[in-house]
């Protein structure tokens, strides 16, 4: 088995961590003290909350986290050509729900309990220098002291130095959004639905908590208007997120002691997902604005492939290379996917309204493609396998009843 280092402590890093921990591998993590006050929230898809599972973790979050039974997309916008409101539900595709949300700092302190508890080896410090040998891969900590890999794994976010150190192009997107993040009360139950309101600036996406009248909030907005409403009084920016949302949650009360949050929002695509004895995973191989809650899924995803190709190979350098060229697809196709409708809605041209209008009106009227695009949502491949076909039992006549 490797001795590895995972170069970053947000959700991904950890997971990671744990994840390769639990196979076998010997695995330091390095970075800053996990960080606390992250009031946002994620929402895992099942695949996702089945890896939580599998790493003994999601007892201890499933009681604070909520379940997401339909997830409805709604033109909010006014220009002429709107789109209808579709509605999915899990229950079309034979699962209780799609995901859960979870609260950041939640699902970061049991993670965080989980690492302790497996042994990892925890090196709360800055990764400086990342120096790549023929032989394995030295990093130097920010106290200048140097420890020494046999790979390493980058999930050091955006602006990664294990990616610049393992000189992997990269393809940004400057958008002109920021997100609006908040928790608030509302005096309609939200039914375990999550809303996502196309706007003009993008989505506007409510995600129900465990308790029926509370929900998180990521309004997508220009980022001098997301700075703007999120200086405002708590019961002016409750009327504001009220009339945003049609009223359609009832009255609206903003969680004042949580208060409201903006994160800029950026596009990012590494040109390929491992070089030499250094992978990446997260938000250093990719990030994109929140639609379809496609983010963290994503990171899980490589972090599944990169343990199991791991496992399977003798040397790092081969395990990271069949790693990058796995994700490729996957990666390549969420991030054109998510880029692409996030300019469908930014664009006043009508051709580009027009085809996403189309788009969900063809979901909303024919169950069959809507099951394809919910199982696809949750995890490649799955929606797509229901249009090949199947052979009968004497393997004489292609099946395309399933």
Known sequence: MAHLAVIGTGPAGMLAALSLKRSGHEVALIGPAMRLGDKRTTALMMPSIRVLD????????????????????IDGTKRLL???????????????????NIPNDVLNGALNAALIDAGVDRIAETAGTIAEFPAGVTVTLASGATRSFDGIIGADGQDSPSRKAAGIAVRTVDLPQAALVCVFSHGVPHQNISNEIHTETGPCTTVPLPEAKRSSLVWVLRPEEARAKAALPAPELSRQVETRLRSMLGAVSIDADIGAQVWPLSGLIARQAARGRIALIGEAAHRFPPIGAQGLNLSV???EALTEHL?????????FSFYAEARASDIRMRHTAVMTLNRTLLTPLLPAQLLRG?????????????????????????????????????????????
């Open 311 to 319: 496992s399977r190979n003798d040397g790092v350098v081969t395990a």
């Open 358 to 402: 189309a788009g969900l009106a063809l979901l909303d009227s024919v169950p069959f493609l809507r099951g394809i695009v919910m199982r696809e949502g949750m995890q490649p491949g799955s929606g797509l396998a229901r249009l090949m076909p199947k052979r009968n039992q004497s393997g004489s006549r292609p099946d395309f009843s399933a």
């Open 82 to 100: 709107r789109a209808p409101t579709v509605t999915f539900h899990a229950h079309e595709i034979d699962e209780e729900a799609f995901g859960w």
């Open 301 to 303: 995803r490589d972090i």
């Open 54 to 73: 599998h790493l003994g973790i999601w007892d201890s979050v499933r009681p604070q986290a909520a379940p997401l039974k339909k997830m409805r997309i």
